[in-house]
C-alpha cells in the first residue's frame, strides 16, 4: 500500500521537467491528487460504506453519572501506572511502526506485571485504565519529535499533519524550528491548552455528548457523506474533485473489505513528492550512479537505520502486540 501512495504521488506535474504525466487530460490532476479529499475518501466514506452492511442496535443506558473526578486512593494507585505509561508511550511514539493501539497493550502488560493484584485486571482495576491511556497519550505527543525535528511522519495523523504544512509553505525538519520559531512553540503550547480544555468540555459537557448518541444513525451517516463531498468541492470548487473523493471512498471500503491498510498509502503519497525529488537530483549530482547514497557515512548511516526500521517491525510488531494482547486476556 505504501508503493501504491507512492505511485499515486507522481500524477500531475513532473518536479523536474514539469511536464505533465498520468493525468489523462484532466487538468484538475495537474496539482496531483489532493490529501484532503483522498484522506476523507479513505478514511470518512470507506467507513460509511463499511457499516452500511451491519445492522446496529442503537441503546443508550439511562442511568446518572457519578464519581467522574478520582478519589485521593484513585491517585495514589495510580501515580506510578501513569509515570510509567508516559515515559513507555513517549519512546514507542518516537519510533515509526508502533502505534497508539499497540503502545496502549504493552502498557497494559506491563502493568499488569508490575501488579500484586493481577487477577483483578480486567474488572476495573485503576492501574490497568490509567497506564494504556496515559501511554497513548505520550505517545501521540511523542510523534511530533520526528515530525517537526526531522520532518518525518510516522503514523496517518502525522502524515495528515506535515501535508497541511507542506500546503502552507512551510517545510517541517531541521530548520524549522530555528526558522519558525512562533509556530513550533505554537504547537508545543497548544498540547498544554488543548488537555486543559478537553478537561473544562469534557467534565461539564458529557450529558451533552450522551443525547449526541441518540442521533440515528442513518442520519449521521446522510451528514457524513454530505460534509465529506462539501469537503472535496470546496478544496477548489471543481466537481472533478467530488467525483474523485467518491472513487477514492469505494477504493477505501474494498481495501477494508480485503484487510488491506490505507494508513500506508497516505504516508506514501505525503512523502512521494519529497522522495522523488531528492532521489532524482541526487542521481542528477552523481550522473546516474546510486552509489552517491552510500559514498559518504552520515547516508550511508541513515540508510542503515531505514533499513532497519523497515524490517524491525516484521520481528518485533507481532511478538510484542500478540503478547500483550494476550496477557490482556489473561
Request: a positive charge; one cysteine or more.
Amino acid at each position: 500500500m505504501a508503493c501504491v501512495g507512492l505511485v499515486m504521488s507522481t500524477v500531475g506535474m513532473d518536479p523536474i521537467t514539469s511536464r505533465a504525466r498520468f493525468t489523462f487530460g484532466l487538468t484538475s490532476l495537474l496539482d496531483g491528487f489532493e490529501l484532503v479529499y483522498v484522506a476523507m475518501g479513505f478514511f470518512g466514506l470507506s467507513e460509511v460504506l463499511s457499516n452500511l452492511g451491519h445492522a446496529f442496535k442503537q441503546e443508550i443506558l439511562d442511568s446518572k453519572i457519578r464519581n467522574l473526578l478520582p478519589t485521593r486512593q484513585d491517585w495514589k494507585d495510580s501515580a506510578k501506572p501513569i509515570a510509567r505509561g508516559t515515559v513507555l508511550g513517549f519512546l514507542m511514539g518516537i519510533l515509526p511502526g508502533f502505534g497508539q493501539a499497540i503502545t496502549t497493550f504493552v502498557s497494559y502488560a506491563v502493568e499488569k506485571r508490575f501488579s500484586k493484584h493481577p487477577e483483578q485486571f480486567g474488572t476495573g482495576r485503576i492501574e490497568g485504565v490509567a497506564g494504556p491511556e496515559a501511554a497513548n497519550n505520550a505517545a501521540s505527543s511523542g510523534t511530533f519529535i520526528p515530525l517537526l525535528s526531522l520532518g518525518i511522519p510516522v503514523n496517518p495523523s502525522t502524515a495528515i499533519l506535515i501535508g497541511a504544512l507542506l500546503i502552507l509553505g512551510l517545510q517541517p525538519g531541521p530548520l524549522l524550528i530555528s526558522s519558525r520559531p512562533d509556530l513550533f512553540w505554537g504547537v508545543v503550547a497548544s498540547m498544554y491548552i488543548g488537555n486543559v480544555m478537553l478537561v473544562m468540555l469534557n467534565l461539564p459537557l458529557i450529558g451533552l455528548w450522551v443525547q449526541m448518541l441518540k442521533v440515528p444513525y442513518s442520519l449521521l451517516y446522510v451528514l457524513i457523506v454530505l460534509l465529506c463531498q462539501i469537503g472535496a468541492y470546496s478544496v477548489n470548487n471543481n466537481v472533478t474533485y467530488v467525483l474523485l473523493i467518491n472513487i477514492f471512498g469505494l477504493a477505501g471500503y474494498l481495501m477494508k473489505r480485503y484487510e488491506f491498510e490505507g494508513a500506508p498509502l497516505i504516508l506514501g503519497l505525503v512523502l512521494g513528492p519529497m522522495l522523488e525529488s531528492s532521489l532524482r537530483r541526487a542521481l542528477m549530482m552523481s550522473d546516474g550512479s546510486p552509489m552517491i547514497f552510500i559514498a559518504r557515512p552520515l547516508s550511508a548511516a541513515f540508510l542503515i537505520v531505514a533499513v532497519f526500521f523497515l524490517i524491525s517491525p516484521l520481528f518485533t510488531r507481532g511478538r510484542i502486540g500478540k503478547a500483550a494482547i494476550e496477557s490482556k486476556d489473561d
